[in-house]
């Protein structure tokens, strides 16, 4: 697969415990915003997503935090396992003439130990 | 999810020569986009492919290194022209599906280009 470990944060954590992955954005007009987990050789696979007019939203296991007064956003893994070792990406759009445009943050290397 | 299939997964082409990727989504969508993944990086939108139109770039992509097509609701090409190593990435498309109330975007398994 392609090589991501040059560049971005890494977060390494023991399975099953609780894992954090931050993210700030950039645009304060963004208004739809999407987890993305992308594993070696894979393209991104969405995980989660959220409209600025709310603060949480949950799933199987993961839980998306907005902070829309700083701009940041969480993604919170609970009871982590080996198969969600990945690279993680945030990513904002701001609706109207960007349509589906999606601006990517950085990424965070997750390695889930066992 | 939607499905959404890429040709080729990947090359190694030499420089100055050209590569078409094609994507194919598996339900017809008005737009479609592609995105690069440089090596140990983040994903970049290159252009938004619209149906019936010309492609619309963002800033630092232009058309005559990145030709377009749209030939129907379902298919998209990206051409990287006269390539140089700077043009080794990976090269992703993507298009909408609606979950629930909202479009997401869901991406093919992507292009890995590499120019020797």
């Known amino acids: 697969g392609e090589s991501v470990g040059l560049h971005l944060p890494t977060l390494s954590v023991q399975e099953g415990d609780n894992s954090i992955i931050n993210c700030a954005y950039s645009?304060?007009?963004?208004?739809?915003f999407i987890w993305y987990k992308q594993e070696s050789g894979k393209g991104p696979q969405f995980i989660i997503d959220?409209?600025?007019?709310?603060d949480k939203r949950q799933g199987q296991r993961v839980t998306v935090l907005l902070n829309k007064t700083v701009k940041h956003l969480s993604l919170q893994i609970a009871a982590t396992q080996p198969g969600d070792s990945a690279v993680y990406f945030c990513a904002e759009n701001a609706g109207g003439t960007s349509y589906g445009k999606l601006t990517f943050g950085q990424g965070t290397i997750l390695t889930v130990h066992p | 999810s939607a499905v959404i299939s890429q040709k080729p997964s990947r090359d190694i082409c030499q420089r100055g020569t050209s590569l078409t990727i094609q994507c194919q989504v598996d339900?017809?969508?008005?737009?479609m986009f592609w995105y690069r993944q440089q090596p140990g990086q983040s994903l970049t939108l290159i252009a938004t492919a619209n149906q019936g139109s010309e492609a619309t770039y963002e800033s630092g992509f232009v058309i005559d290194k990145f030709p377009i097509s749209r030939p129907n609701l379902t298919f998209s090409t990206l051409t990287v022209s006269n390539m140089s190593p700077e043009d080794s990435s990976i090269y992703l498309c993507s298009a909408p599906r609606t979950s629930g109330v909202l479009d997401t975007q869901y991406f093919g398994p992507g292009t890995r280009l590499t120019v020797l």
């Open positions: 645009n304060s007009a963004s208004d739809y």
């Open positions: 959220i409209r600025s007019n709310m």
């Open positions: 339900s017809q969508v008005t737009m």
